[in-house]
C-alpha cells in the first residue's frame, strides 16, 4: 500500500483526489494540510511513503516544504502537481528533491500513474510539462507519462500550421522572428507530446489537423 499526504490550498481538489482513492488497494490518502508548514508537522507524525504537494502555498511553499521533508526523511518520495510549467519551477523542484512533477490539468489516472512510479523511486514527468527543461533530465530511469489529452502551447500550435501549409524550419523561423534551434526543439518537443516516433510523422499529424488549432 503506498500511503500519501496531500498538501494543497484549495480543499476541493484535496476532497477529489481523497474521493477519488477512497476504495483503492494501492494507494491510500492518509492525510491532508493547506499550507507547507503543515505539511512538515503532518509528514513527522505519519511518516507517509508518498509527498503530493503544490508549489505555492501559504506559511510555506511546496519547493521549502520538500527541501525540509528531505532533509529530514530522504526515504519519503516527493511528487510535485501545480499548475506552474515553468523550466525554473521545475528545476526548483528538483533541486529540493522531488523526482515527480505534474500538472493539475493532466486528471487523475496521469496522478494515479506518477504517484506509483515515484513511490518505487522512479522520476516520472507530466508529457505536457516545460519538455525544453527535460531534454537535460531525460535517461532510461525516468518515466514520461502518457496522457490522453495533450495540451500543445500557442507556439507550438503556430508552427504546427506552418508546418501544416508546408514551412522549413528556416522559413517558420524568418515568420516568427523566432531562431532556427528554437523551431527546431519546439519540433522535438511536440514529437514527444505526441507521442510520435519522427518528424515526417509530425508533417502528417500537423496536416492532419490542419485548421483545427
Keep these: 500500500m503506498i500511503t500519501v499526504i496531500m498538501a494543497e490550498d484549495h480543499q476541493m481538489l484535496i476532497d477529489g483526489v481523497t474521493s477519488f482513492f477512497e476504495y483503492n488497494d494501492e494507494i491510500n490518502i492518509i492525510g491532508s494540510v493547506n499550507n507547507g508548514e503543515e505539511l512538515i508537522k503532518l509528514v513527522s507524525l505519519k511518516q507517509p511513503k508518498l509527498v503530493i504537494t503544490d508549489i505555492r502555498m501559504p506559511i510555506m511553499d511546496g519547493i521549502q516544504a520538500t527541501k525540509i521533508i528531505k532533509k529530514k526523511f530522504p526515504h519519503i518520495n516527493v511528487l510535485?502537481?501545480?499548475?506552474?510549467?515553468?523550466?525554473?519551477?521545475?528545476?526548483?523542484?528538483?533541486?529540493?528533491?522531488?523526482?515527480?512533477?505534474?500538472?493539475?490539468?493532466?486528471?487523475?489516472k496521469m496522478l494515479s500513474k506518477a504517484i506509483i512510479?515515484?513511490?518505487?523511486?522512479?522520476?516520472?514527468?507530466?508529457?505536457?510539462?516545460?519538455?525544453?527543461?527535460?531534454?537535460?533530465?531525460?535517461?532510461?530511469?525516468?518515466?514520461?507519462?502518457?496522457?490522453?489529452?495533450?495540451?500543445?502551447?500557442?507556439?507550438?500550435?503556430?508552427?504546427?500550421?506552418l508546418i501544416a501549409n508546408g514551412k522549413t524550419s528556416k522559413e517558420i523561423s524568418e515568420t516568427l522572428f523566432i531562431a532556427?534551434?528554437?523551431?527546431?526543439?519546439?519540433?522535438?518537443n511536440m514529437i514527444r507530446k505526441l507521442d510520435l516516433s519522427s518528424g515526417n510523422e509530425l508533417v502528417k499529424y500537423a496536416i492532419d489537423m490542419k485548421y483545427q488549432f
Design 117 to 161: 512510479a515515484v513511490a518505487n523511486r522512479q522520476t516520472f514527468f507530466d508529457p505536457n510539462v516545460a519538455f525544453n527543461f527535460m531534454n537535460n533530465y531525460i535517461d532510461d530511469n525516468v518515466t514520461i507519462g502518457k496522457s490522453d489529452k495533450i495540451i500543445l502551447s500557442n507556439r507550438e500550435k503556430e508552427i504546427l500550421n
Design 80 to 108: 510535485a502537481m501545480t499548475m506552474f510549467d515553468q523550466p525554473e519551477a521545475i528545476k526548483q523542484m528538483l533541486d529540493a528533491g522531488a523526482t515527480g512533477y505534474i500538472l493539475k490539468n493532466s486528471g487523475i
Design 180 to 188: 532556427k534551434t528554437t523551431v527546431d526543439t519546439h519540433r522535438k
